[in-house]
């Protein structure tokens, strides 16, 4: 038995494709394309020496001693964060636009939350010469003003979306829509492991460049190529699925996710979807969700707009309900106090996404011995504003 995908796009009793019959080609298409084009030499070529001359991999995997010896454990951390455009989602798209010029569309189309997805896609698509058009919340385009100038700055169209929340969920409706109005020349980059099948497979095979550096830079340090814990955050899930892909059949490796608990899963203000999620449909995969008792899809909040997903990628539901990953929800506060602990431990702002694998670290008990991989997903100048807003806020209590 594997956790990876299977032939019909499942993994174990979540995913699939559920999607509207107008999309039905364009999803079969992908389906039946995706591995032919990314095993190609060609694409082979373009994209490793894209990841290396202009992502700028492989990334460092650091030893970071002081955090080591605060948790009395081995710690090493997978710096996405110092990835072209901040985090891990660049190696996302720079594969996207290839498979996209492949399958010979020219027009692209992205939902973006916090807009790291957005500003990934743009870039590529400047890099590329596409047209690029990407959704975002009207409430996340106010939160995250500066990747929206950066996504304009790089000639990207950025429509805000005004319906539910106007946060991520809406926008990835809205893109949906659109692709049901243009399939015939227009790609959809999702930007994690979520969406009908093969997205969530497709992504994790892009983002599994992490795990499979991991492999090499353990050897030169540790002797070995595999950790005892490897510890990432979960929104869709694809910097987690990046981080465990080579590992994820090897039981000798513990599998750490955290999710954002927000104001806490004994709130109404929460994003912790293994927690208190149900098995439903969102965004053409059947994953768990956090619903009403109608079936209604909740609104989702945390202080990361990265992670503010009512959803979670079929893969982790999978990973969750087997009990193959252990998921630790990790609230707002303790996000942002890890965050702050690192900066002052290492000099490293991780992103508030990041901040809460971080935060899962206190909730471990680890033997001296354990070599711990934790994926800092991103950087945490996107942040800034955020960390300080709490930092002020508890002086004032
Ligand atoms: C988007 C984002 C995430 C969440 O997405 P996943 O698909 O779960 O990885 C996490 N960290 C950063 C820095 C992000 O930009």
Same mark, same amino acid.
């Given at each position: 038995m594997s956790y990876l995908v299977d032939n019909d796009g499942y993994y174990g009793e979540f995913g699939g494709a559920y999607v509207p019959e107008i999309l039905h080609k364009c999803v079969k298409d992908l389906q039946d394309n995706y591995l032919k084009i990314m095993d190609s030499p060609a694409f082979k070529n373009e994209y490793y020496n894209l990841l290396k001359d202009y992502v700028g991999r492989p990334s460092p995997l650091y030893y970071a001693s002081r955090l080591s010896a605060k %948790? =009395?454990?081995?710690? %090493?951390?997978? #710096? !996405?964060?110092?990835?072209h455009t901040g985090a891990h989602k660049i190696n996302n798209t720079t594969g996207q636009i290839l498979i996209a010029k492949s399958l010979g569309k020219h027009r692209i189309i992205a939902e973006t939350g916090a807009g790291q997805h957005g500003v990934a896609t743009a870039t590529v698509c400047a890099l590329m010469n596409m047209e690029c058009v990407v959704y975002m919340g009207a409430t996340d385009i106010k939160r995250q003003h500066i990747n929206v100038e950066k996504m304009k700055m790089l000639g990207a169209t950025v429509v805000p979306v005004t319906s539910g929340n106007m946060t991520l969920k809406d926008a990835t409706n809205e893109a949906i829509r659109d692709w049901c109005c243009h399939p015939e020349d227009t790609y959809y980059i999702i930007g994690s492991t979520v969406g009908p099948h093969p997205y969530p497979d497709m992504v994790a095979r892009l983002q599994s460049v992490i795990s499979k550096e991991i492999k090499v830079q353990l050897v030169e340090k540790e002797g070995r190529d595999y950790p005892d814990y490897l510890m990432a955050c979960v929104g869709g899930g694809s910097n987690a699925a990046g981080t465990i892909y080579h590992y994820i059949d090897d039981p000798r490796v513990k599998i750490v996710l955290a999710e954002a608990g927000g104001k806490g899963v004994d709130t109404p203000y929460t994003a912790a979807t293994i927690a208190l999620g149900r098995t439903g449909i969102i965004h053409g995969s059947k994953t768990y969700v956090i619903q009403n008792e109608d079936g209604q899809i909740e609104e989702a909040y945390s202080v990361s707009a990265g992670l503010d997903y009512p959803g979670i990628g079929p893969i982790h /539901?999978?990973? @969750?309900?087997?009990? #193959? /990953?252990? +998921?630790?929800?990790?609230?707002? *506060? !303790? @996000?942002? /106090?890890?965050? %702050? !602990?690192?900066? #002052?431990? !290492?000099?490293?702002?991780?992103?508030?996404e990041s901040a809460h694998a971080l935060g899962a670290l206190g909730k471990l008990h680890f033997?001296? *011995?354990? +070599? +711990?991989?934790?994926? +800092?997903? =991103?950087r945490g100048d996107k942040d800034i504003e955020t960390y300080l807003k709490y930092f002020n806020d508890s002086k004032e209590k």
């Open positions: %948790y =009395g454990a081995k710690i %090493y951390l997978k #710096r !996405e964060d110092l990835n /539901a999978n990973l @969750a309900k087997k009990k #193959r /990953a252990m +998921v630790f929800p990790v609230n707002d *506060d !303790e @996000a942002i /106090a890890a965050g %702050y !602990e690192l900066t #002052r431990l !290492e000099g490293i702002i991780p992103a508030l033997r001296p *011995d354990d +070599v +711990v991989v934790l994926t +800092v997903s =991103g």
